[in-house]
């Protein structure tokens, strides 16, 4: 059977428009996953010009407490992606995935524009910090919005039997974005001075994130509602069924489970790790950036590999994998970690990879377990409320426990919640493959 077939039903129908209709999912798929990765570029762009930003906007005369505040904006940020996916989900589920995609894209890009046009502490005080903190809080209400719209959509308009590899581009997307962040990172470092990164330097990736908006913006203005949506909006059969609130709830709180370990795991080791090296083993910026950059690309490579995988044996064998390598070599990968590059790019690569087995699985899985007229809601609630509890706050608590002189803690409470993830995915079904509907 064809992808078009498997998506329209009809053979005849699906012979009739099998080029035009698959063509332009195609497009719809690209210009998603464009506008995602923008997205993600912006928001990783703050973790990665963390020690910078802290220096220019905070308190410079304690290095420890504007370092603590400014990952405390960071988790801030994320604290307001669950009213943001509830908000934006809601009106992804009545108005469409296209209408909320374009309008989070705007807001995303508003949010860099004002961080990079913003005067420092030294220039306007605790302004500058409260500025800088409610341009976070927009990113982050827009962040919640667009995570949850794009898992939806790109897993709507995929061929069931293909949805874990169309699904693991939304993945791609975050790891592209991250990757494009570091990668700004270190061209900024390398080329200018430590001085002159700290005055100014540090600004250039919020100004290219808006600019590049704009192409993002053209390509999503252009995409096709997806198939799902429309006949959900139309009033056919399955539109009819009343949705299980039941069912919902149960969703919702396997999904929070299974996502604490996968975004605590993901953003300890995309968005701290090479801060970790700089201020804790005095790794040279320039390398602990190109280090990233270079793990997070292969770990990036691996993901339609594993949304392959999933297609075939199932989501749940891979979900599992996921949660009994990462408890085990967490605490081990992060002890590799010292001033030499080559031990960050070890460490992260090994991480990441294994982090990229439930990320390829995320879209897919979580839209395979929410009906259509609340999926974008419920895929927005949980995702967000377990990434803004689990993955926002973990560079935040990784650095207060090294500081309390209690590392060990920040890697068993990582190691916990993999195994949480695990506890969420034995109690899930196996879902590889079915009709997304409103049942």
Request: aromatic fraction near 10%; glycine fraction near 10%.
């Amino acid at each position: 059977m064809s992808d078009v077939q498997t998506s329209r039903g009809a053979p005849h129908e699906a012979g009739a428009q099998a080029g035009p209709s698959l063509r332009a999912k195609r497009k719809s798929l690209i210009a998603s996953t464009v506008g995602n990765v923008l997205e993600w570029y912006e928001w990783s762009a703050y973790a990665v010009f963390t020690p910078f930003i802290a220096t220019a906007m905070f308190n410079s005369q304690d290095a420890v407490s504007a370092l603590l505040s400014t990952l405390a904006v960071f988790a801030v940020g994320f604290l307001m992606r669950p009213l943001g996916g509830i908000v934006f989900g809601r009106v992804a589920d009545r108005r469409g995935r296209k209408f909320v995609l374009i309008t989070t894209m705007l807001m995303m890009a508003g949010g860099s524009l004002v961080i990079g046009f913003l005067p420092s502490y030294a220039s306007i005080g605790a302004w500058a910090s409260l500025i800088l903190l409610l341009a976070r809080v927009v990113q982050g209400f827009a962040h919640g919005g667009e995570s949850a719209t794009a898992n939806t959509y790109v897993a709507e308009i995929a061929p069931s039997h293909r949805r874990g590899m169309w699904g693991s581009i939304v993945f791609v997307a975050i790891f592209g974005g991250s990757v494009l962040a570091y990668t700004v990172g270190g061209v900024v470092t390398s080329t200018l001075t430590e001085s002159a990164v700290a005055d100014w330097g540090w600004r250039i990736p919020f100004f290219l994130g808006a600019f590049l908006a704009l192409a993002a913006l053209y390509l999503r203005r252009n995409m096709e509602e997806s198939d799902v949506f429309e006949n959900q909006q139309s009033g056919s059969a399955d539109a009819d069924r009343p949705v299980s609130r039941k069912q919902v709830t149960r969703s919702v709180l396997l999904v929070v489970l299974m996502t604490s370990g996968i975004t605590s795991a993901h953003y300890t080791w995309t968005s701290y790790v090479s801060t970790y090296a700089i201020t804790q083993h005095g790794m040279d910026p320039g390398v602990a950036y190109w280090c990233s950059v270079a793990a997070q690309c292969i770990a990036l490579a691996t993901l339609p590999l594993w949304g392959h995988v999933s297609d075939r044996v199932g989501r749940r064998p891979m979900l599992i994998a996921f949660a009994v390598l990462m408890a085990a070599l967490h605490m081990p990968l992060i002890g590799m970690i010292g001033s030499a590059g080559w031990t960050l790019f070890v460490a992260a690569t090994v991480a990441l990879v294994i982090v990229a087995i439930p990320g390829a699985l995320l879209s897919a899985t979580m839209s395979e377990a929410f009906p259509t007229k609340v999926r974008t809601q419920g895929i927005g609630f949980a995702y967000s409320i377990s990434v803004a509890l689990f993955g926002g706050t973990a560079p935040y608590l990784n650095q207060l426990f090294i500081d309390l002189k209690m590392a060990q803690l920040s890697e068993f409470y990582i190691m916990v919640l993999c195994l949480c993830t695990g506890v969420a995915v034995y109690l899930m079904k196996e879902t590889k493959g079915i009709e997304l509907k409103n049942a």
